[in-house]
């Protein structure tokens, strides 16, 4: 079965400053992944999918099959980034979470 | 568009007393559904996935069920329920290939 580790549960850096949050994966097939974002008060929604290779609100993430990682990137980090992260794999219509990240962006 | 509905938001519930916790899709036909526990430190903890009508995956042995009796409408449900089922239960769906869905959660608390 597929299982993915986000080793930080919380992540706390400064306005301004690069942050990247960890994930891995392991799974023997071809993976599909994503990034989920749980705002204050919101619905956990849809952030990002490797296979759209696209930015959203200036995150970025690569798969990385040597690494069997997709880390989450953003160059410059805003307060409005603080929020709980979850890197997801699916494999056909088993979608499984990892333990979440709760980013802080700190003024 | 499609929507989901997840109700109540909030339900306080003493030891032994049942469960019932509904979750309703509109704007699709034919989703996959999915019950998730989410708990601090520890993420989301996939319960249950339905793929059609009755047809259910339970991920995780525990006192709690699943039902889809119709085709968008997804209910989970425990018989008696435990100090330990206490958390915050989120319904999602989606359709093939595409992401999933979430609704608002419940917050449970079992006393």
């Known amino acids: 079965a597929q299982r993915v580790t986000q080793p930080e549960k919380l992540l706390s850096v400064f306005k301004g400053a690069p942050v990247e949050l960890k994930c891995n994966y392991s799974?023997?097939?071809?993976?599909?992944l994503f990034w989920y974002v749980q705002y204050s008060r919101q619905r956990l929604q849809l952030l990002l999918r490797h296979i759209s290779r696209e930015s959203i609100k200036g995150f970025t993430a690569d798969l990385n099959k040597g690494e069997t990682s997709f880390h989450l990137k953003k160059p410059f980090a805003q307060e409005e980034d603080s929020a709980m992260y979850y890197c997801?794999?699916?494999?056909?219509?088993?979608?499984?979470f990892g333990a979440g990240t709760r980013l802080t962006v700190k003024p | 568009s499609q929507t989901i509905h997840q109700w109540p938001a909030t339900l306080v519930q003493p030891v032994g007393s049942p469960l019932s916790l509904e979750c309703t899709v509109e704007g699709t036909s034919n989703p996959n559904l999915y019950w998730y526990r989410q708990a601090a430190g520890r993420g989301l903890q996939l319960l249950f996935y339905s793929i059609g009508i009755d047809q259910i995956s339970s991920e995780v042995p525990q006192n709690l069920s699943a039902s889809r009796p119709q085709d968008r409408q997804f209910i989970l449900s425990s018989k008696k329920l435990l100090l330990s089922d206490s958390g915050f239960y989120l319904c999602?769906?989606?359709?093939?290939?595409?992401?999933?869905?979430f609704g608002n959660g419940t917050r449970l608390t079992v006393t």
């Open positions: 799974y023997s097939g071809s993976p599909e």
């Open positions: 997801a794999l699916r494999d056909n219509n088993d979608m499984r």
């Open positions: 999602a769906w989606s359709a093939r290939w595409t992401p999933l869905h």
